[in-house]
């Protein structure tokens, strides 16, 4: 009975890259042997024991083989005759497929170290082919890893791409956990990137896939492709937040772009509300959480309005702050800002241009937020006469905010 340092403690300490969770693989022991050292059994598919002292997960070494369609038609054997290769054999990537023992040797078939030498991200075998799973899994290596200079494979990508009838199988739960995963990455972009490259964006969310190809205005978008801006705008969220809801917000603002028809082209008016039917229909087929949800909309709602900030009236910015109920949900403008914010930078020349309206529109919320209701209460007011006079005050002060801010 053997054990081994396994998957991305071993990968990610080769690379120098910080790591949470250390996962443990155990040749030559039975789950009795395992219960009987004080090891507590979790796993339900195949035997998975937490340590009695650290709790780190043990895994009997174990062989998969391909029984069903989708990424869980699998039949799973552990018993003490798998040996390490042959567990390290059923893994993902060559980067994956590295065991280390406990006096620091590494057991390196499938030459991972090399590939993470020369940065590259490579299947272990064609058994890739078999788990559908494993195409945004190598997605979201690489938006882990492409900042480091990673490149994917030719020979992987030519796989992910057979792979594309299987995609379907795959439940909108764990289509969502690896997306999500991914856009918490340093270069998100980089997922959504592979997955248009291999078919697969297509597949899984062509409402965001529609988007290549659909040209923008040059003078504003010197980019041109519609798909180009939203990873470069994407890109530049990342830069702004680690906020999930940010990032996510950032990469579908543009879906109406996709539905401007041809004849139209190069001009998108009105994308801002072609958008929202696209982007709740993205959201209730992936059941993205709420808080993502929302974010999302509102960007797209209101992006284009609020890149026009400094020519609106006081009253168009107060149903802007109604709409978005900056009075309960201060913080919403402020990500509503950042998303906007990467809307403008994420274009070929403007990477490092301010945005001034975030500023403004702070300034003219800070004012109108000012107006209490207790003083109005204090006036002898009540019922709707408080909530006429909220707005009238409210307003005033958005007025008043404007004009101080123009003489500045």
């Not at 020369?118 to 299947?123: A, D, F, M, Q, S």
């Not at 992936?286 to 609106?312: F, G, K, T």
């Not at 975030?358 to 300034?363: P, R, S």
Request: aromatic letters at 8%; charged letters at 25%; proline letters at 5%.
């Amino acid at each position: 009975m053997q054990r081994y340092l396994v998957g991305g403690a071993v990968r990610d300490s080769l690379l120098g890259y910080p790591f949470h969770e250390r996962d443990w693989v155990v040749v030559g022991a039975t789950p009795r042997q395992m219960l009987d050292a004080g090891y507590q059994q979790v796993g339900k598919d195949f035997p998975v024991f937490l340590h009695p002292q650290t709790k780190e997960e043990h895994a009997l070494a174990r062989t998969e083989r391909k029984s069903g369609k989708g990424y869980t038609g699998f039949s799973v054997y552990a018993a003490p005759d798998v040996t390490l290769e042959q567990d390290l054999l059923r893994r993902d990537l060559t980067i994956n497929a590295i065991a280390q023992a406990d006096d620091g040797t590494l057991v390196d078939p499938f030459a991972g170290a090399a590939d993470i030498e020369n940065k590259i991200l490579r299947h272990v075998s064609d058994a890739f082919a078999e788990d559908p799973l494993r195409v945004l899994r190598v997605a979201r290596f690489y938006a882990r890893y492409a900042h480091l200079g990673f490149t994917v494979a030719s020979e992987t990508q030519a796989l992910m791409q057979r792979l594309s009838d299987e995609l379907s199988s795959l439940t909108p739960e764990r289509v969502w956990q690896e997306t999500a995963k991914a856009l918490s990455e340093q270069t998100p972009q980089a997922y959504f990137q592979l997955l248009y490259d291999t078919g697969a964006l297509q597949v899984l969310m062509p409402e965001l896939a529609v988007l290549w190809g659909v040209p923008q205005p040059p003078q504003w978008h010197p980019e041109i492709d519609s798909g180009v801006h939203t990873l470069m705008v994407l890109q530049q969220a990342a830069a702004l937040s680690a906020r999930l809801d940010i990032r996510f917000a950032a990469l579908v603002h543009d879906l109406g772009k996709g539905a401007t028809k041809p004849e139209l082209w190069p001009a998108h008016h009105g994308h801002e509300h072609s958008g929202l039917p696209l982007i709740k229909q993205l959201c209730d087929r992936l059941r993205v959480p709420n808080d993502c949800r929302e974010l999302a909309l509102l960007v797209c709602e209101y992006h284009q309005l609020i890149h026009r900030a400094r020519e609106l009236k006081s009253s168009t910015v107060l149903k802007l702050f109604n709409a978005i109920d900056v009075w309960r949900k201060p913080e919403r403008l402020e990500a509503i800002l950042l998303c906007c914010t990467a809307d403008l930078r994420g274009r070929t020349g403007f990477e490092q241009a301010e945005y001034p309206q975030a500023a403004y529109l702070q300034a003219l919320a800070s004012a109108a937020r000012q107006v209490n209701a207790k003083d109005l209460v204090a006036q002898g007011l009540s019922g709707e006469a408080i909530k006429q006079g909220l707005q009238r005050c409210r307003l005033a002060a958005i007025k008043a905010a404007k004009q101080q801010w123009l003489n500045a």
